[in-house]
Nanobody, 123 residues
C-alpha cells in the first residue's frame, strides 16, 4: 500500500489550497479514506473521512471550510482547504485501513499512512 500526498505549501491567510493523495496497492474504491493533520507541537487531529459511497464525516477543525472528495477512476482523494488561518498550519496526512466504514482518528486506528504534506499559512 502506498499513499502519496501533494499540494501543500505556503498559503496566505484567507487563502485556499487543494491537497491530493494518490493511493495504490489496495481496492481504493472500496475503502474509506481519511485526512488528518498534525500542527507543530501538537498531537494528531482527525480532519475528515470519505466513505466508498461518497458520504463523508468531518471534525471540528473542518468547520465547513474543508471539503473532502474522491475520484475512484484516479485512485485519488482530495482535501480542499478554504479560508485558511495560521491555526491551520500543519502537516496533513492521508490514511486508510483499506476497508470501508473505518475512520482514522488516531494512528493506531489505521494501518496505512502517507508521508504527509506541509501546509503553512502565513503572510
Amino acid at each position: 500500500v502506498q499513499l502519496v500526498e501533494s499540494g501543500g505549501g505556503l498559503v496566505q491567510p484567507g487563502g485556499s489550497a487543494r491537497l491530493s493523495c494518490v493511493a495504490s496497492g489496495f481496492f481504493f474504491s472500496s475503502a474509506a479514506m481519511t485526512w488528518a493533520r498534525q500542527a507543530p507541537g501538537k498531537g494528531l487531529e482527525w480532519v475528515s473521512t470519505i466513505f466508498r459511497d461518497g458520504t463523508s464525516l468531518s471534525g471540528d477543525s473542518a468547520n465547513g471550510r474543508f471539503i473532502i472528495s474522491r475520484d475512484n477512476a484516479k485512485n485519488t482523494v482530495y482535501l480542499d482547504l478554504n479560508f485558511l488561518g495560521p491555526e491551520d498550519t500543519a502537516v496533513y496526512y492521508c490514511a486508510t485501513h483499506g476497508v470501508n466504514l473505518k475512520t482514522c482518528r488516531t494512528r493506531a486506528d489505521c494501518s496505512f499512512w502517507g508521508q504527509g504534506t506541509q501546509v503553512t499559512v502565513s503572510s
